[in-house]
């Protein structure tokens, strides 16, 4: 069965600091995996997708990493702000005949404090 | 562009009721998605449209009905709502193509009492 497993849970940290996301899957065959934001009552809005060949992508404070042999990835956030505050999901693609079968993350809830 | 608009934003409903969340979009996207979002669960495909005049389930389809009549909605029914589906249900949708991003609605906030 396709899984995506996400840790923390939840985090909280100081406005300006880092922090580091992580994604673990066994989703299979693999075809792209994304990072999505959502915040508090609202859709998830994309950060990152990438590719089985992308290690490494960038989106402004946004840092995503991918490791497809050992099916890993995380999420760096840089400089964090208040406004950082939401749920990170990660999302993971697998090949299929059609449609958009996603397989979701719980997600980790991320509070940024002053 | 509004992207993707759904209706309503929240909705309270008796067991039994029927009702149909609505979801359209400008961005002239073939794919289409229902998910359903609960506590501690990832965002979980109830059903999906790869066009108009195509549907398909998903996931979770069981108590849910969709019909693509054009390439802008995608309706979501509920035929007769149980507590179980008390959820936020979110529309999506994605050019075609594998790697192509997905866009999501605000989502619809459905309590069924």
Known sequence: KNQVEQSPQSLIILEGKNCTLQCNYTVSPFSNLRWYKQDTGRGPVSLTIMTFSENTKSNGRYTATLDADTKQSSLHITASQLSDSASYICVVKAFTGGGNKLTFGTGTQLKVEL | ?113
């Open chain 2, 1 to 113: 562009n509004a992207g993707v608009t759904q209706t309503p934003k929240f909705q309270v409903l008796k067991t039994g009721q029927s009702m149909t969340l609505q979801c359209a979009q400008d961005m002239n996207h073939e794919y289409m998605s229902w998910y359903r979002q609960d506590p501690g669960m990832g965002l979980r495909l109830i059903h999906y449209s790869v066009g108009a005049g195509i549907t398909d389930q998903g996931e979770v389809p069981n108590g849910y009905n969709v019909s693509r009549s054009t390439t802008e909605d995608f309706p979501l029914r509920l035929l007769s709502a149980a507590p179980s589906q008390t959820s936020v249900y979110f529309c999506a949708t994605n050019a075609g193509g594998m790697n192509t991003e997905a866009f999501f609605g605000q989502g619809t906030r459905l309590t069924v009492v």
